[in-house]
């Protein structure tokens, strides 16, 4: 090989190790909680902390398993618009859509490409066995690492003082309920870096929690967890649970939301979607 060429090849290399150095994730540490703090303190902290957007859009790879020997593992693309609605795009291979999932402020919308079906149903409608107080709102917050109030739309500084606080293992938790005796936990470190939440009821060994790791820095300087694992349990039995990791973060770019559903897909119900997950024997 040409001095004159190696040279230049060793120039590329350089520059490249130089540029993924620069490139490298801004990775951000969790403290202890030395002193329990004040509602209004410890509230605005955590929310200072929190990622702001109007759009958000990310790479996510979903590894989900349920019932002891079933699981499966996907590229998911997700789109979101504050407070209004965000889609989950399922791509196991080649970047080829099989299904669609949005959730609306009202809506549940999914579509299953495979089987050219798709689903629309209202919370209302999926809620009349079990009047949760979770909302649209609520499941936007557990997938942007913020606190809630069960039920409602924000949390306002009006509010803070129906929650109680406590400090445990280096960490303040803020505990609420529902009307339905739901607990509602959320854990921060001593930056207001919400660690996980849990929705749990304590008599019924019922228990989800959402947490949230790998904190790394935004382009706005956010930390925002990369990786984010959920799991439920009942009788202290993890019976699901699920894997969500993030990469290509991006915020308030345009962003186009549709869900056009072919004339030719049969409109079914939750259950029927539902049947595609059960194993088969």
């Given at each position: 090989?040409?001095?004159?060429?190696?040279?230049?090849?060793?120039?590329?290399?350089?520059?490249?190790?130089?540029?993924?150095?620069?490139?490298?994730?801004?990775?951000?540490?969790?403290?202890?909680?030395?002193?329990?703090?004040t509602s209004k303190s410890f509230f605005e902290g955590v929310e200072r902390q929190a990622l702001t957007f109007h759009t958000l859009t990310a790479r996510t790879r979903f590894s989900i398993w349920?019932?002891?020997?079933?699981?499966?593992?996907?590229?998911v693309d997700l789109k979101m618009v504050k407070d209004s609605a965000f889609q989950f795009s399922i791509q196991p291979l080649f970047g080829l859509e099989v299904a669609r999932i949005e959730f609306g402020r009202d809506?549940?919308?999914?579509?299953?490409?495979?089987?050219?079906?798709?689903?629309?149903?209202?919370?209302?409608?999926?809620?009349?066995?079990?009047?949760?107080?979770?909302?649209?709102?609520?499941?936007?917050?557990?997938?942007?690492?913020?606190?809630?109030?069960?039920?409602?739309?924000?949390?306002?500084a009006a509010r803070y003082g129906r929650f109680h606080l406590a400090q445990r293992d280096g960490a303040m938790e803020a505990y609420i309920r529902d009307a339905l005796r739901l607990l509602y936990v959320f854990r921060a470190d001593g930056d207001e870096k919400l660690l996980n939440t849990s929705i749990s009821l304590p008599n019924a060994g019922f228990r989800l929690k959402w947490a949230y790791s790998d904190f790394q820095r935004t382009e706005g300087g956010t930390p925002f967890p990369m990786q984010m694992d959920v799991s439920l349990n009942n009788q202290a039995k993890a019976i699901a649970g699920a894997g969500i990791t993030f990469s290509r973060l991006q915020t308030d770019i345009p962003l186009r939301m549709d869900f056009p559903i072919p004339a030719n897909y049969k409109r079914v119900g939750l259950a029927d979607l539902l049947k595609l997950l059960k194993p088969k024997v």
């Open positions: 090989m040409p001095i004159r060429t190696a040279k230049y090849l060793w120039l590329a290399c350089i520059s490249l190790l130089l540029f993924n150095a620069c490139k490298a994730p801004r990775r951000v540490s969790t403290v202890e909680s030395p002193t329990l703090k349920w019932g002891g020997n079933n699981e499966m593992s996907s590229r809506t549940l919308k999914a579509m299953d490409r495979m089987n050219r079906q798709y689903l629309v149903a209202a919370y209302d409608d999926l809620k009349q066995d079990v009047p949760l107080a979770f909302n649209f709102y609520n499941l936007q917050a557990l997938f942007t690492n913020r606190i809630f109030e069960p039920g409602r739309r924000a949390l306002t």
